[in-house]
C-alpha cells in the first residue's frame, strides 16, 4: 500500500492550467528535453538511506529516459553537489540548472525510519523558477520501485495529457530448453514472469481489454488451440478449439468477443467469437488466408490480413457496414497489424528486398513511414497503452530478441536480455477509464 | 534283381500294348474311304493336334504367369512396407507464399490417391509448412492452407475427407536447416504421417 499526496502546500507556486507544452504531442522525439535528477536527498540520517536516495534517483532516470522525451544530464556536469543539496524551492539555485541547459529539474528526498519509507519528488521548470508537480508516497521499503513509477506516470500525465506506460506490462513468447511459452515483463523488461507451461508451439499472445487475461494459441492434442490464461488466480482454460487451426485471437474492445481466425470450413477465415468461445459471426469472406485480426480503439473497425489479392496485404473493414479495403499497397509481404491507441495509424511488419521491417501506416491518408532499417528482420509491433513507443522483435544482434522504439522509430533498444529467443510481443491496452 | 524284373514287365506291356492295337484295327470294318474323306480325317487330325498343343501352351502360360505371381507377391511383401513408407516419405513441395499445387506436386499426390485407394483404412494427417521467412502466425495460415490444398486434392479424386486431417506448423518445424534458396524450397512442403502415429 502506497499512500500518495500532492505536495502543493511545498511551494507558493502551484499551476493550475495544464501545462503541455513542454512535450511536442506532434513530434514529441524531435527534440529530447534537457534533464537534471540530482541523487535524492536523505531527510532523516537512517544507514541505508543513502543508498535508497541513491537508488531513487537512478531509477527515476532510467525511467524517465526510457519513455525517449528526455536527455538526462549527466550528473558530473552538474555544478553543484548532485545530491544533499536543498530539494525545496527557496533553496534551489535556478542559475545553476539553467547554465547547464536543465529545462526540467526533479528533486526527491527519501526518509526511511522504522521500515517505513517516504519518497517525495518535486519538478521544476528551472528557466521559469516555478514548481511543476510535486507528490509525496508512504510505503513500505520494497514499494520503492512503485512509488517512483507512479511519480514518473504522474510527471508523464502532466506534462503530455496523456497517462503514462509506467504500469504497463508486456506478453511475449519466450523459447527455451523445456519448448515455448507466455511470459509478462514490466514496461522495461524487467520482473519476467513464465505464465504457461512449455509447450511445443505456442503463438500469439493478446491482452485481454482488462489487462487481466492473455489469449494464445498453443498446439495441443493434435491441433492449434487458443486457450486464456487468468493471470489474477493462474488459471488457463481453453477458449476455442475447432477443427484445424485456431489463431491470432483479438479481443474486440469494450466487449467481451474475441475474434480468431479458424479453418474448420477448410478455409482460413476470421471470426467473431463469444466470450465462451462460440462462433457469433464470420467476419470475412475470401478464399485464401485471413489472419491477424486486430480493432481500433472504438471498436468499430478491424484491421486484419489477407491474402485475396495473392499476396498478405493489409485490409480494413468496417465492422457496422461491413465494407471491407484494402490499406496496405507497397511491398508484397506485409503482416501482423496493430492499431494505434490514439486510433489513426496502424502498425505492421513489411517485407522488401528479402528483409522486414516495422512500418506506420496513416489510416485515413495511407501515408507510410518505415521506423526500422537495421540489419536483420524486425517483426510482430505492438503499441504501447500510451501511443508514444512500440516493441517489435528484431534478429539484428543474432536471434530473435525483443526491442522498443518511440513511436516514431526514435530510441531503439533492446528490452531484455534472455537465453534462448523471444517472439511476438504484444503490449497490454490501455487500462478503462 | 529287381532292375532285371522291372525291364522284364515293361516288356511285356510294350508286347501287349502291340497287341491289343493290332487287334483293334483287325476288328474294325474294312471301310472305303475316299480322299477327301482321308483329307477331312486328316484335317481334324491337325485341328485336334493343334488344340493339343494349344493346351499344353496354355498350361505353360499359367506356370509361368503363377510363378510371376509368386515373385511379385514376395516382392510385394517386401514393398507394401517400402510402398507405405515412401507414401510418408514423399512430400509435396510450393513456391514461396503460395499453397496452389505445382504440376510436379499433383503428381506426387496422384501416388498418394491410388495408395490412399489401396489402402481404404488408412487414415492420414496431411501436414503444412513454410519457410523461415514472413511471420510467424502468417505462416501458420500458409502453413494451414497448404495442408487444405492437398486435402482438396485428394478428396477431389475420390478420397473421404474423414480419413484426411490437416495441421499446420508453420515455420516451427524445418526439415532443412539453412538460411538459403535450398533450404528454404526443401522446407515449403506437405508432409504426410497415419494418424496412429500422433
Not at chain 2, 478428396?155 to 473421404?160: F, L, M, R, S, Y
Request: proline content about 4%.
Amino acid at each position: 500500500m502506497i499512500c500518495a499526496c500532492a505536495l502543493v502546500l511545498v511551494s507558493g507556486v502551484c499551476p493550475q492550467a495544464a501545462d503541455y507544452d513542454y512535450i511536442n504531442i506532434r513530434e514529441p522525439f524531435s527534440q529530447k528535453i534537457p534533464m537534471a535528477v540530482p541523487v535524492f536527498k536523505t531527510l532523516s540520517q537512517g544507514s541505508t538511506e543513502k543508498q535508497v536516495a541513491k537508488n531513487a534517483a537512478d531509477m527515476v532516470e532510467a525511467a524517465l529516459a526510457y519513455t525517449g522525451y528526455f536527455k538526462m544530464i549527466d550528473r558530473d556536469a552538474f555544478l553543484q553537489d548532485p545530491g544533499g543539496q536543498g530539494i525545496v524551492m527557496d533553496e534551489i539555485k535556478f542559475g545553476n540548472w539553467t547554465d547547464i541547459g536543465a529545462e526540467l529539474l526533479l528533486t526527491g528526498g527519501v526518509r526511511l525510519e522504522s521500515g517505513v519509507l517516504q519518497m517525495e519528488f518535486r519538478l521544476f521548470d528551472p528557466y521559469r523558477q516555478e514548481m511543476i508537480l510535486g507528490k509525496r508516497y508512504t510505503g513500505k521499503v520494497d514499494g520503492q520501485r512503485k512509488m517512483v513509477l507512479r511519480f514518473c506516470g504522474e510527471m508523464i500525465k502532466r506534462l503530455t495529457g496523456r497517462q503514462g506506460l509506467f504500469d504497463s506490462r508486456i506478453a511475449f513468447v519466450g523459447t527455451g530448453d523445456e519448448g515455448k511459452a507466455v511470459y509478462v515483463c514490466d514496461f522495461d523488461g524487467k520482473n519476467v514472469t513464465r505464465i504457461t507451461r512449455p509447450q511445443s508451439i505456442v503463438v500469439s499472445p493478446a491482452w485481454g481489454p482488462d489487462g487481466r487475461s492473455i489469449a494464445y494459441t498453443a498446439y495441443t492434442h493434435g491441433n492449434q488451440r487458443i486457450y486464456i490464461s487468468n493471470l489474477q488466480d493462474g488459471s488457463v482454460r481453453e477458449f476455442a478449439s475447432y477443427e484445424g487451426i485456431n489463431l491470432t485471437p483479438a479481443w474486440h474492445p469494450g466487449s467481451s468477443a474475441l475474434a480468431a481466425t479458424l479453418s474448420f470450413e477448410g478455409d482460413e477465415e476470421i471470426y467473431l467469437l463469444t466470450e465462451t468461445g462460440k462462433i457469433d459471426k464470420r467476419l470475412t469472406e475470401s478464399w485464401g488466408v485471413d489472419v491477424s485480426p486486430a480493432f481500433s480503439p472504438d471498436g468499430k473497425k478491424m484491421v486484419f490480413v489477407s491474402s485475396r489479392s495473392g499476396s498478405p496485404q493489409i485490409y480494413v473493414k468496417d465492422m457496422r457496414s461491413g465494407s471491407v479495403r484494402r490499406l496496405t499497397y507497397e511491398g508484397s509481404y506485409n503482416t501482423q497489424p496493430d492499431w494505434s491507441p490514439a486510433g489513426g495509424q496502424v502498425v505492421y511488419s513489411g517485407m522488401k528486398d528479402g528483409r522486414t521491417d516495422i512500418y506506420v501506416i496513416d489510416v485515413d491518408s495511407g501515408e507510410t513511414e518505415r521506423l526500422t532499417n537495421q540489419a536483420g528482420d524486425n517483426e510482430a509491433p505492438s503499441w504501447s497503452p500510451d501511443g508514444s513507443m512500440i516493441v517489435f522483435t528484431s534478429t539484428r544482434t543474432g536471434s530473435s530478441r525483443i526491442f522498443v522504439m518511440t513511436a516514431s522509430g526514435t530510441d531503439q533498444r533492446m528490452l531484455l536480455d534472455m537465453p534462448g529467443k523471444q517472439q511476438l510481443p504484444d503490449w497490454s491496452p490501455p487500462k478503462r477509464q | 534283381m529287381a532292375k532285371k524284373l522291372n525291364m522284364k514287365f515293361t516288356l511285356l506291356c510294350i508286347v501287349m500294348l502291340s497287341l491289343a492295337l493290332t487287334v483293334s484295327c483287325a476288328k474294325k470294318p474294312p471301310e472305303t474311304t475316299s480322299t477327301s474323306d482321308q483329307a477331312e480325317a486328316a484335317d481334324t487330325m491337325a485341328t485336334e493336334s493343334e488344340a493339343d498343343t494349344a493346351r499344353a501352351d496354355e498350361d505353360a502360360l499359367t506356370e509361368e504367369e503363377l510363378e510371376a505371381r509368386r515373385q511379385a507377391e514376395a516382392e510385394a511383401r517386401e514393398t507394401a512396407a517400402d510402398a507405405r513408407d515412401r507414401f510418408v516419405s514423399e512430400k509435396v513441395y510450393f513456391k514461396f507464399d503460395d499453397a496452389s499445387l505445382t504440376d510436379s506436386a499433383r503428381d506426387a499426390l496422384r501416388d498418394k490417391v491410388q495408395w490412399l485407394r489401396d489402402h481404404p483404412d488408412a487414415c492420414v494427417i496431411i501436414e503444412g509448412h513454410c519457410d523461415e521467412r514472413g511471420t510467424d502466425e502468417y505462416n501458420l495460415a500458409l502453413g494451414s492452407r497448404r495442408a487444405e490444398s492437398v486435402k482438396d486434392f485428394l478428396t477431389k479424386a475420390g478420397i473421404d475427407g474423414s480419413r484426411l486431417t490437416t495441421i499446420s506448423y508453420g515455420e516451427e518445424r524445418p526439415a532443412a536447416k539453412g538460411h538459403n534458396e535450398e533450404a528454404w524450397a526443401e522446407n515449403r512442403r506437405a508432409e504426410f504421417r497415419f494418424c496412429s502415429s500422433e
